[in-house]
T-cell receptor, first 116, second 115 residues
Framework: AQSVTQLDSHVSVSEGTPVLLRCNYS??????LFWYVQHPNKGLQLLLK??????LVKGINGFEAEFKKSETSFHLTKPSAHMSDAAEYFC??????????????FGPGTSLSVIP | NAGVMQNPRHLVRRRGQEARLRCSPM?????VYWYRQLPEEGLKFMVY????????ESGMPKERFSAEFPKEGPSILRIQQVVRGDSAAYFC?????????????FGPGTRLTVL
């Protein structure tokens, strides 16, 4: 069965320091993986996606993620946090299991706080 | 090209009333998905529709909830006889195809409050 685990419900970093948001997944197919960001009382915005091309994926706003099949991980990183990065981040897996279409499963989210 | 539109953005209902949430997908998109986000939680899949067809409603409660995506007009998520536990943000997403490499584009959500 598909599942997504975000190991940290909350991460706090100082402005200018690196960001690491962890995500592990389980899938019985070749999944596509996404990271979405949600600012308070806003909709979701796609940061980046992996769809079986390059394993290191670069997204918007300086974020990137690396797909590691052996570790079933898709951690999100950014070299230097900015105050505007404070938001909720969701790791998402899209998989095709017993259906004719790809079903999307959201992780529980990680809340990122950036300290000035 | 306008994005996914949802209205209303905020909806307040008393217990027992009906809530009707609308979603207009992006132009050219024929696949619509509804998700529910409870406070402090991630998004949970509810239902996936194509024009005039419900493809997967496995995430939608069997009672009081229904969804449609008519040939003309927006997709509607309808909640009858709302209860306090229905208070949540409801997000709609659309895509041009059902395949995973086609990103789902999300609307801003409708925040339902049941008094």
């Amino acid at each position: 069965a598909q599942s997504v685990t975000q190991l940290d419900s909350h991460v706090s970093v100082s402005e200018g320091t690196p960001v690491l948001l962890r995500c592990n997944y389980s899938s019985s197919y070749s999944p596509s993986l996404f990271w979405y960001v949600q600012h308070p009382n806003k909709g979701l915005q796609l940061l980046l996606k992996y769809t079986s091309a390059a394993t290191l994926v670069k997204g918007i706003n300086g974020f990137e993620a690396e797909f590691k099949k052996s570790e079933t991980s898709f951690h999100l990183t950014k070299p230097s946090a900015h105050m505007s990065d404070a938001a909720e981040y969701f790791c998402v897996v899209s998989d095709r299991v017993k259906t004719s279409y790809d079903k999307v499963i959201f992780g529980p989210g990680t809340s990122l706080s950036v300290i000035p | 090209n306008a994005g996914v539109m949802q209205n209303p953005r905020h909806l307040v209902r008393r217990r027992g009333q009906e809530a009707r949430l609308r979603c207009s997908p992006m132009k050219g998109h024929s696949h619509v998905y509804w998700y529910r986000q409870l406070p402090e939680e991630g998004l949970k899949f509810m239902v996936y529709l194509q024009k005039e067809n419900i493809i997967d409603e496995s995430g939608m409660p069997k009672e009081r909830f229904s969804a449609e995506f008519p040939k003309e007009g927006p997709s509607i998520l309808r909640i009858q006889q709302v209860v306090r536990g229905d208070s949540a943000a409801y997000f709609c997403a659309s895509s041009s195809l059902a395949q995973s490499y086609n990103e789902q584009f999300f609307g801003p959500g409708t925040r339902l409050t049941v008094l």
